[in-house]
């Protein structure tokens, strides 16, 4: 199996844990580091101190910070601005994309997630941010 | 032209009257004309005189002040020679009554001089030597020695620094200042004559002919020289003639006017005078003489014309009226006769057209009896009776062939019962007079004849009647008509009287009485007769009683009204509605248009009593309302369930994919055997839970998107591809399923194909159920996939060579859930809801879809796209 993810560093943000744990599972696959955060708040505050390559957010969290908040703060640090974001999310609903694409994500993961579109995707835009740096 | 004697004295009388006047005044203006002539004259010359004056003091007072002027000023001081000249001409120029200037230094030399003569020395010239002592001079008016004319020098000295440094000396002319003044025409004889303080004439009309320039001895010229005016008339003038003389002072220079005019021209102009007047009274003498002849001739003809008037009616002449047209009161004089002369005539002309119709009747009725269609006969009493005289129309009436043969019967025979006979003369006798008795008679031939018999008994001075005269009219055939009409109407008042509606005849006003009505419409208003009804108002069986003003002003004012409901009353107060229609009735019996100009006598209607079906109507309107509102009601009440559906089913498949999300993910990496290796057994297994799980989700999915459907959420979203665009993101897909299967997979597509216009996503995922479906439910054969066009549409068409479709179940294969066929064959898993949402999405962008299949051979499912985007999706 190659091995396109050494080196690179993925923040997975789901509070489930399954979920978590299966997309970290598939992308470690690959070579990825993978860390995880269940809340938007530990979402941004692992951003800044991990500075990942990747984010992939859930959009609906508990608590006070949900996705798109988050991810909204993210874009707004200027060291983090450049980090490629990927909503995730169960809905299908045109709205709830749009509204991802309008805070800053770079594009969508839909759940439940195809493990062998998942890595595809990922690479994608890490390289396609990568390019632009 | 006629004079009687009245004109003659009228106009004698007013000429006498107007001579006498006219004489009188001309001669008390003839005694006066010398001195008003005189007076006249004397007051214009005095006027004319003052003219005079007041302009030669004017003029005279505007030259010395000029020369003074002209002396002090400094340019004629210091200039040359040649300017100095200039100067002088200039204002010889300006003043035509200054004839030459001369400038002369101290030594006498004249320096300049107004004109072309040569420069002199003037130092002997005793005016120089004056004024060359510092005074000025102006000298007294005498001649010029060559041209005579009066003339003054002004002699001025010119002073530098209280020093004389020359002299400046002027002539002066007075018979140019008095040129204009002279030259006025006051009179061929007359002459004006101006006068210095001393008595020496300055101007004079006749300058030349004057013997004596010195006139101080005449009388007038002392009294003027006084400062006197006035009018001196007998004198003898310079001149030799008699004149009157008229004599204003010039105040300013001690001066006077003269104006002188011979005696001999006033008595010319008062002869004159005379002579106009004497024309002018025998002018107006011979006007009025005229204005006389013609009003003694408007008076006395009028009177002449009504004399002879009078003789020609008392000769019998009555055709001639007055011709007098004046309005005064001999005009109503005339006017009266005439209308007394119409009277007399109409009178007249009456009696004679009595006489002639008297004459005229005479023989109408002679004629008449023999030609009119009504029986005339005189007969004789008695039992039988006979004819002493009959007409030809009663013979005719009877059917005899003669008056002969009619004379020859009894009148009995006439009658179908000869006893009637006798009753009836019997009547005759006792009355005197019988009018109209209807008889039963009979023809020659024994034909029945109704009779209307009029006779009248004539008797002798004893009372015993001599004969019977009488009139007898055939009668027969109205009896019928009138017999024909009584059945009909009695036809008519049955069906009234049995009608169920109500029929009235009211009159008009406020309240309204019932003249006729029916028993249907004393049943309608519950009353207990007719008496009942006709003795109440119509105003009373409204509930309002206002409303029947309002319908009979209706009525009134289209002529009619038809099928108006009224809320009406019965006689124990039960509102009732009725339809009711009316029609006005006019005067003369005619039920007519409003045009008429009858007046309205009554309203004639009819009255249906319509409580029940409006009640039925009422009750059927609230039934409906109560209907419509049930309806609207659940239609709302469904329409929130459907919002509440389509939010659940979209929150329900979110959180049924959520778990799915692990189930599928973790299952799809053990199958891979990323996570180690796995046995037959065990992947067998782990398959079944995948596929399971991926057919849960594509359900959750379908429903999802049928829920936007429905929900009308899903928004369609056009951008232009191509053809080629849309098969190469579908064939892959299904190329690697019909593969799996063993399936050929071709498609063509139509060349030069347009460019579709159309929501892609959608388009997409409508081929690719379709093109799935196919290969899912084939097993071996092909499947082909065809694009074409026409003008206005693509057309989309899969063709399989698969299981088909009932051909019942084509009908419903595009309903969600309703999987048909296969669904009980193993294997051919699907939501049911695929061709669902296909069909709404093509319907969506104005497309249709359908399928065709043969059982067991194949099936086809085609779509459109339309070419234009669709408005309202």
Known sequence: MEQEGAGKKILVVDDKEDSRRLVGKVLRLRGYEVIGAATGEDAINMAQTELPGLILMDIRLPGGIDGLEATRRIKAMPQLAHIPILAMTASVRPEDMQRALAEGCSGFVRKPIDIDELPRQVAEHIARASSTD | MRFNRLSHQILLVFV?????????????????????????????????????????????????????????????????????????????????????????????????????????????IWSFQVARGGDELVSDIYLKPMTSEPVQT??????????????????????????????????????????????RV??????????????????VVEAVLAGEKGTMKGYTDELGRQVLGSYM??????????????????????????????????????????????????????????????????????????????????????????????????????????????????????????????????????????????????????????RKEMLSINVADLYQNPKEREKFSDKVAREGLVRGEELQLKKKDGTPLIGAVSTVAVKDEEGRVQHYDGIIEDITERKKVEEALRESEEKYRTLTENVNIGIYRVTPGPKGNFIEVNPALVKILGYKNKKEVLSINVADIYQNPKERKKFSDKVIRQGFATGEELQLKKRDGTPIIASVSAIIVRAGGKAAGRDDAGNILYFDGIMEDITKRKQAEE?????????????????SELEEMSRHKSQFLANMSHELRTPLNSIIGYTKLMLDGLEGDINEEQQKDLHTVYTNSKHLLELINGLLDLSRIEAGKTVLSYGTFTVSDLISEVIPTIEQLAREKGLILTYSVAPDIDRLYADKAKTKQVLINILGNAVKFTNE??????????????????????I?????????????????????????????????????????QGGRIWAESELGKGSTFTFTVPKKKVTSP
């Open chain 2, 16 to 124: 006498l009257v107007v001579i006498v006047c006219l004489g009188v005044s001309g001669w008390f203006v003839m005694q006066f004309s010398e001195n008003i002539v005189t007076r006249k004259i004397s007051e214009g010359d005095l006027n004319f005189a003052g003219r005079i004056a007041q302009q030669v003091a004017a003029e005279m007072a505007s030259v010395k002040p000029t020369l003074t002027l002209l002396a002090e000023s400094t340019g004629l001081r210091l200039m040359e020679a040649t300017e100095v000249k200039g100067t002088i001409d200039r204002v010889q120029r300006s003043f035509p009554e200054i004839t030459s200037i001369y400038v002369a230094d101290v030594e006498g030399e004249q320096i300049a001089r107004t004109g072309t003569g040569k420069l002199e020395n003037v130092s002997k």
């Open chain 2, 154 to 199: 002004i002699t001025l000295p010119i002073i530098d620094n209280g020093t004389v440094v020359g002299v400046l000396s002027a002539d002066v002319s007075f018979t140019r200042i008095m040129v204009s003044v002279m030259g006025i025409y006051i009179g061929k004889n007359a002459n004006v004559v101006v006068v210095a303080d001393n008595g």
């Open chain 2, 202 to 219: 300055v101007a004079h009309t006749r300058m030349k002919q004057v013997p004596e320039l010195d006139l101080a001895r005449l009388p």
């Open chain 2, 249 to 402: 002072p010039i105040r300013e220079l001690g001066w006077g006017v003269l104006i002188q005019r011979p005696l001999a021209d006033i008595d010319a102009e008062v002869g004159q005078l005379r002579t106009t007047i004497i024309l002018v009274t025998i002018a107006a003498v011979l006007l009025a003489v005229l204005a006389g002849w013609l009003m003694s001739r408007q008076i006395a003809k009028p009177i002449g014309q009504l004399a002879s008037a009078s003789e020609r009616v008392a000769q019998g002449d009555l055709s001639t009226p007055v011709d007098v047209k004046s309005s005064n009161e001999i005009g109503v004089l005339a006017h009266s006769f005439n209308q007394m002369i119409v009277s007399l005539k109409k009178s007249r002309d009456e009696l004679q057209q009595w006489s002639e119709e008297l004459q005229e009747s005479e023989e109408k009725y002679r004629t008449l009896a023999e030609n009119v269609n009504v029986g005339v006969y005189r007969n004789t009493p008695g039992p039988k009776g006979e004819f002493i005289e009959v007409n030809p129309a009663l013979v005719k009436m009877f059917g005899y062939k003669s």
């Open chain 2, 619 to 635: 009750e059927l309107r609230k039934h409906r309302e109560h209907l419509e509102e049930l309806v609207k009601e659940r239609t």
């Open chain 2, 781 to 802: 054969g092909s499947i082909n996939l065809n694009v074409d066009e026409t003008d206005s549409d693509f057309i989309f068409s899969v063709t399989d060579t698969g």
């Open chain 2, 804 to 844: 088909g479709i009932n051909e019942e179940d084509l009908e419903v294969v595009f309903d969600s859930f309703k999987q048909v066929g296969p669904a009980q064959i193993a294997g051919y898993e699907g939501t049911g809801l695929g061709l669902a949402i296909s069909k709404q999405f093509i319907e969506m």
